[in-house]
């Protein structure tokens, strides 16, 4: 009489914070270059220089507005990444990795909070008359300047100098490709910039090329499950 072996089996199971990271990684990239190509003009050098200009800029300006609203967007899915970023760099530098974290996390906040006052703002006075959005030209200059406690959104450069840190920390750590890890690097540092839209735009760009594939494979990975 024979018996049969039985032979025990593996199955797959996917991640669910896995895959949501993953995604998140990958989404943040998109979006963003798609942010600065819905800008009316993606390669400008010099924005409004006053209350006025700005009231032309946002008038009937359909584009900019979804521009500021995917880049506001962008606020999660940064503070995931640097999440991600930091649980993967910590290992091996571990000082470094919770100092990129907190910069980048405080500039998330400020990204949020600097679309919702000067993007989801503009937005609503763009339902005004002509003439009722001209003779807000003041409080728009004020707003421009960051008057009052919205001094507090000068703190944006946390945010892509945090990620700096990590594009350095993956290149020092080797977790990733190096030329992932130079591009996140390269374009974190060019959108620490004097708001000037055309090194957004190419910023974009290079960081598209540094977090795309990274995201990608993340999203390979997290779909291909783990062993039970």
């Given at each position: 009489m024979s018996t049969a072996t039985?032979?025990?089996t593996t199955t797959r199971r996917i991640d669910p914070e896995a895959l949501a990271i993953a995604l998140s990684v990958t989404a943040?990239?998109?979006?963003?270059?798609?942010?600065?190509?819905?800008?009316?003009?993606?390669?400008?050098?010099?924005?409004?220089?006053?209350?006025?200009?700005?009231?032309?800029?946002?008038?009937?300006?359909?584009g900019l507005h979804l521009a500021h609203f995917l880049e506001f967007l962008c606020a999660p899915l940064l503070l995931?990444?640097?999440?991600?970023?930091h649980h993967v760099v910590k290992p091996i530098r571990p000082h470094l990795a919770t100092i990129a974290v907190?910069?980048?996390a405080i500039g998330c906040f400020m990204l949020a909070g600097n679309k919702a006052a000067l993007g989801r703002t503009a937005s609503a006075f763009d339902t005004l008359d002509?003439?009722?959005?001209?003779?807000?030209?003041?409080?728009?200059?004020?707003?421009?300047?960051?008057?009052?406690f919205m001094a507090v959104l000068w703190g944006i450069p946390l945010l892509p100098l945090g990620f700096a840190l990590f594009g350095f920390g993956l290149l020092a750590t080797r977790r990733a490709a190096r030329w992932q890890a130079g591009a996140i690097l390269v374009g974190s540092l060019m959108l620490a910039n004097p708001e000037?839209?055309?090194?957004n735009t190419?910023?974009?760009?290079?960081?598209?090329?540094?977090?795309?594939?990274?995201?990608?494979?993340?999203?390979?990975t997290a779909l291909a499950g783990r062993a039970d």
């Open positions: 039985a032979f025990p943040f990239p998109l979006l963003f270059v798609a942010a600065q190509a819905l800008h009316p003009d993606p390669f400008a050098i010099a924005g409004p220089a006053n209350g006025a200009e700005f009231a032309a800029r946002i008038d009937d300006a359909f995931v990444t640097a999440l991600h970023l907190v910069m980048a002509d003439a009722v959005l001209s003779g807000l030209a003041p409080a728009l200059e004020a707003l421009m300047q960051r008057r009052g000037i839209q055309a090194v190419v910023a974009a760009l290079v960081l598209a090329v540094g977090l795309l594939p990274y995201g990608i494979g993340l999203t390979r």
